[in-house]
């Protein structure tokens, strides 16, 4: 049986032991308990009937519950032996075969998502970009997602590559360009983002590049990230959520890297982030919102008088 199976197996019994069911039970035996206490001239015959019933209701229930508990830990067993060999194959991905990839195969591996299912990324993000904090898009690839961060001053573009950078540049004039600080990502060396002093960042976004990046990586990005941060800055990024089997099927299929939700969130928590939400969609946009505790802050006292206006199809001609 695939990984794939096996999660979508345990994500059917989970998602059916919310407890809705018991307070659906719950309210069925207590409106036939009324209604056979309602007569006081026959209740009393039928009452004590009812009641007996009621308890041996409950504790098959708690039996049922018991075991069903049972069945998930094994199954999340099952999991946990396989998990190292899918960590494994995605981390060779990386290594071995990813940096084969042309800048165009990469710059064309985009994610189809309909705008109603964007709205609440692009929200969250256009809420935390603001002038007073310098902000950093990682990847921006061809989407125009970075004119949600057009706000933000300095603005950092970054990728593995300087042509990845190109399309995002190619967005703007060349006046606004000379003010975007462009800088290629070195993921084999200790410190990627020597660049960024320390304590700087208002908010740093990252979508479609964790994806195609095993945990180890990840939590490499994290950490540094952590430190480049402000407090109170937030990291917002997409990833692949292996905690369903939608994601984990893109892992088998070697086309994003094997990153279950809920053990990124731990690594998260464990470097000293505060997780704020995760959401899901039905296309399969996965994304996390982290924050480095504290109060943001800043010691600007202005705003630019200016506006950002992104070229038309005419200017790009």
């Known amino acids: 049986m695939k990984l794939s199976d096996l999660i979508h197996y345990r994500n059917n019994l989970v998602r059916n032991t919310n407890g809705e069911y018991r307070w659906a039970l719950d309210n069925y035996i ?9 007569d006081i001239s026959v209740r009393n015959e039928f009452e004590r009937l009812v009641e007996q019933s009621c308890s041996q209701v409950h504790t098959s229930l708690r039996q049922f ?6 069945v998930i830990q094994g199954v999340n067993d099952l999991i946990a032996r396989v998990e190292p060999d899918y960590f ?3 981390y060779n991905w990386y290594t071995q075969e990813s940096s ?3 800048v165009e195969y990469i710059l064309n591996r985009r ?3 309909p705008d109603i299912e964007l709205d609440a990324l692009k929200h969250c993000v256009k809420n935390l970009s603001d002038w007073r904090y310098p902000a950093m898009c990682i990847r921006p690839g061809r989407e125009n997602h970075i004119r949600w961060l057009v706000p933000c001053h300095p603005l950092y573009i970054v990728d593995t590559d300087h042509d990845l950078l190109r399309p995002a540049l190619d ?3 060349p006046r606004y360009q000379r003010h975007l600080r462009t800088y290629t990502l070195r993921e084999q ?16 976004y990252a979508y479609y590049f964790f994806n195609f990046r095993p945990f180890e990586v990840i939590k490499q990005y994290l ?14 990024f997409t990833f692949n959520n292996c905690d369903l089997s939608y994601g984990v099927k893109l892992s088998e299929s070697s086309f994003c890297c094997y990153t279950p939700g809920g053990m990124l969130e731990n690594l998260a928590e464990s470097l000293g982030y505060r997780h704020i939400k995760s959401e899901d969609t039905p296309t399969g946009l996965f994304w996390m919102h982290l924050t480095k505790p504290g109060e943001i802050t800043t010691l600007r006292g202005g705003q630019t008088l200016a506006k950002i206006v992104p070229k038309t199809l005419e200017q790009s001609k």
């Open 100 to 102: 084969f990839e042309t």
């Open 30 to 38: 207590d409106l036939q308990l009324r209604n056979v206490r309602h």
């Open 65 to 70: 519950e018991s075991t069903l508990e049972t």
């Open 171 to 173: 967005q703007f004039n």
């Open 189 to 204: 060396q200790n410190s990627m983002f020597d660049f960024v002093p320390n304590g700087q960042l208002g908010l740093v």
């Open 88 to 90: 494994a194959r995605s």
């Open 223 to 236: 950490s540094e990230l952590y430190h480049k941060l402000r407090p109170g800055g937030s990291l917002v």
């Open 111 to 113: 994610l189809s998502v």
